[in-house]
């Protein structure tokens, strides 16, 4: 059993709100994370058709069953509840209804609708690397080639089994659902194009182009796998400093084993030889820094910066004035070129800012420019 450090935000959340949405990608803990903390509340899995027919046929009736509230898991399979849930928790504010789902935009739009100021909002990403606490002889190669589904963990399923069945699942519940595929194997090629562009900016008319679709197509599965937790676009960071930047976002996956299933990287040993190498470190280190800051509630203030002559920042966090500049590298010898941007940001900035290298080594440094941290600093 992991403990999820948002349990805290959660129940937190409890105290002020009667109705809570738990949003993620599917097989992330959702569902466990719920029925550990609502213990007391009836558990309604809206996936079956009897639950699902009964919900849809008549929601008042239905939501009137549940005299303390309930657990309403995948709740998008009936958007009709929403609407009377307004009226059910207005009516006796004690009531606790804790919904969740796996389809991010559709969920989002029907609480805006509906359960506007009525509803605490949570997205739940598969492990973070402290909830995991894996052996200490664990490289990140193999961690970023197995990934953090928590299933797939507590199971010991070997990732070679685990992730055709999640990626068949996806397809025939949530893609169909959201977006009207007519051809899974074109599809199928827009995935794992998606994957050999992990960490490049992204251009959707190329990748329209390899898939043999229009631009709008692409604009429109790009947006299902986003509404669906598989990818996430990271934003450029806008603050000018009398540069010309790059306006487009790059591209991530929120889990790397599911990126390296679709790239053919079957071990560690053929990650350290492969030509997204690096690039899937970079996502491994920018997916944990976004998991901990959801799961205190942050849903924003992560970016990149690039100007107009390619120098770029593979990391920005920003928290109100504070602004922290990340690069990431998967060596594991440290050099100087790891520096050179950083150097340049600082210079160009003229503010205090805190500047960190992040790499696949071990030793650790600070210098008068910025620091030097391991990658392990990643599991507390």
Known sequence: ???????????????????LFLSGPRQSGKTTLVKQIFKSLPY??????????????????????FPKGAVLDEAQNVPELFSYLQGVVDENPKKKFVLTGSQNFLLNEKITQSLAGRAGVSVLLPLTLHELSPSPKATFSELIVKGFYPG????????????????????????????????????????????????????????????????????????VLEASYIVFRLSPFHKNYKKRLVK??????????LACYLLGIK?????????????????????????????????DGLYYWRD????????????????????????????????????????????????????????????????LESWKKLLK
């Open 1 to 19: 059993m992991f403990e999820r450090v948002a349990r805290g935000q959660i129940k937190k959340m409890s105290r002020y709100f009667p109705v």
């Open 44 to 65: 309604v899995l809206l996936e079956l058709p009897d639950q699902r027919r009964l919900a849809h046929n008549d929601p008042h009736s239905f939501l009137q069953k």
């Open 152 to 223: 797939l963990h507590a199971k010991k399923v070997p990732p070679s089994l685990f992730y055709p069945s999640y990626l068949q699942t996806y397809i025939e519940r949530d893609v169909r659902s959201l977006q009207n595929v007519g051809n899974l194997n074109q599809f199928n090629l827009f995935l794992r194009l998606c994957a050999g562009r992990v960490g490049q900016i992204l251009n959707v008319s190329h990748l329209a182009s390899e898939t043999g679709i229009s631009v709008n197509t692409a604009n429109a599965w790009l947006s």
């Open 248 to 257: 487009a976002p790059k591209l991530y996956f929120n889990d790397t084993g």
């Open 267 to 299: 071990n560690a040993r053929e990650l350290t030889t492969h030509f997204a190498y690096g690039a899937l470190f970079e996502n491994f280190v920018i997916i944990e820094m976004l998991k901990k800051r959801l799961n205190t509630g942050i849903r």
């Open 308 to 371: 107009n002559k390619g120098v770029e920042i593979d990391l920005i966090i920003e928290d109100g004035k504070k602004i922290a500049a990340y690069e990431i590298k998967a060596g594991q010898t440290s050099n100087t070129d790891y520096f050179k941007n950083l150097k340049y940001w600082s210079q160009l900035s003229k503010d205090h800012w805190d500047n960190t290298v992040i790499y696949g080594g071990d030793y650790e440094q600070k210098l008068p420019y910025a620091k």
